[in-house]
């Protein structure tokens, strides 16, 4: 006798996508202290992976010992960074006479301008300011408390994110035979398919990232040279730094440069900083991103942007970083997954179009 073959209405199989993407949505929200850093370690982990590798088999480390000096690398490149911008901070603080001089005369326009507009006399605004100030000192203890709070939990966030990276480099094999069996052994070789591009994707755009910020903070920081900027080089590693911030990046960018050679030039340079920056910004947009980071990806700007809102909305500043290489995973699973492939097509760019009209054309 025959099966019948149960139909399930579409109504009840969209009530169930819905409670479970509102049953996830909440566990992430909530576990975000431990997911968080996790995510960062699974990233910096197959970043890794590679050189752990080669200290491994190459060197004959013990797996310990490779995982460690692979994550010591990567602190010491940050540390570099770090270094390195920290260095053109103390050159701009020897200049903190000019800075002062430079906003004071900008305070005092800025008083004339409202007198002139708003008819409110300097004697009016400067007890308004003093007031102001009175009050922020007098809660000067509680904003010392918050900033060292804030501090204390930012390093022990990036503590464990080098902890959950070595233990994944330290139990990458116990984790892939995990995986293995938990989807049985008849799709083998499916679950080595999307693990081997995960890695080889994910590995390619944070590259791509990184090449582009390199590139961005060279020609920002040839042209401020060019411009005349003092301060040309700390600029340039500001806006190459800021650029890897997807959307919100360029306009923390424009606004702190801006600022800066305003701070100690004039406002023709700082205007011209400004230009430069979003000159920049539409050469990265249209050219350096699509070429280096786009093609890795291969995920479609509506959807990008989509993920960047929503990951800011649920984790905030990690949220935008971690969006992108998120979906880019879940487009590798929906596109090897035959239920789930429709959904591969939705996040991919318009390659996925052209490859399907082909595809129509030769089965024709």
């Known amino acids: ?41 699974f990233l910096f982990a197959i970043l890794l992976l590679p050189i752990s590798n080669f200290f491994e088999r190459k060197l004959r480390f013990p797996r310990s010992m490779s995982s460690l000096l692979s994550i010591l690398l990567l602190v010491g490149f940050i540390f570099g960074i770090g270094y390195l911008v920290g260095s053109q901070i103390s050159n701009l603080a ?4 000019q ?42 203890t509680d904003v010392i408390g918050t900033t060292f709070g804030a501090i204390s939990s930012l390093m022990l966030f990036y503590v464990f994110i080098m902890i959950f990276t070595f233990f994944i480099l330290f139990y990458r094999r116990l984790l892939f035979k995990f995986v293995i069996w938990v989807f049985n052994e008849d799709n083998a070789s499916i679950v080595h398919d999307i693990v081997e591009n995960v890695q080889s994707i994910l590995r390619q755009y944070i590259l791509g990232l990184l090449l582009e910020m390199a590139v961005v ?9 060019i411009i005349g900027i003092k301060y040309a080089v700390l600029l340039g590693l500001i806006v190459g730094l800021f650029n890897i911030i997807p959307y919100v990046g360029i306009f923390t960018a424009l606004f702190l440069s801006s600022i800066i050679t305003f701070a100690t030039g004039t406002i023709k340079e700082a205007i011209e900083v400004a230009v430069g920056v979003i000159l920049i910004h539409a050469v990265d947009s249209n050219l350096l991103l699509p070429t280096i980071v786009g093609k890795k990806v291969q995920l479609n700007a509506l959807i990008t942007f989509l993920g960047i809102v929503f990951g800011e909305m649920i984790w905030g500043l990690s949220g935008m970083f971690l969006s992108i290489p998120t979906i880019a995973i879940l487009k590798i699973i929906f596109d090897r997954i035959e239920s789930l492939k429709p959904w591969g097509f939705l996040l991919g760019g318009e390659y996925e179009y052209k490859k399907a009209a082909e595809k129509e054309m030769k089965t024709e």
């Open 94 to 97: 020897s200049d903190w006479p």
């Open 1 to 41: 006798m025959p099966v019948k073959k149960i139909i399930t209405p579409f109504y009840e199989k969209l009530s169930l996508v819905l409670l479970g993407l509102i049953a996830l949505g909440y566990l992430v929200v909530e576990g975000k202290e431990v997911l968080d850093p996790l995510m960062f370690g």
């Open 99 to 140: 800075l002062k001089n430079q906003v004071s005369q900008s305070v005092s326009d800025l008083q004339d301008w409202v007198t002139s507009a708003f008819h409110v006399n300097a004697h009016s605004q400067m007890t308004y300011i003093n007031n102001t100030t009175k009050k922020i000192i007098e809660s000067g």
């Open 217 to 225: 903070a060279t020609i920002a920081c040839t042209l401020f040279w």
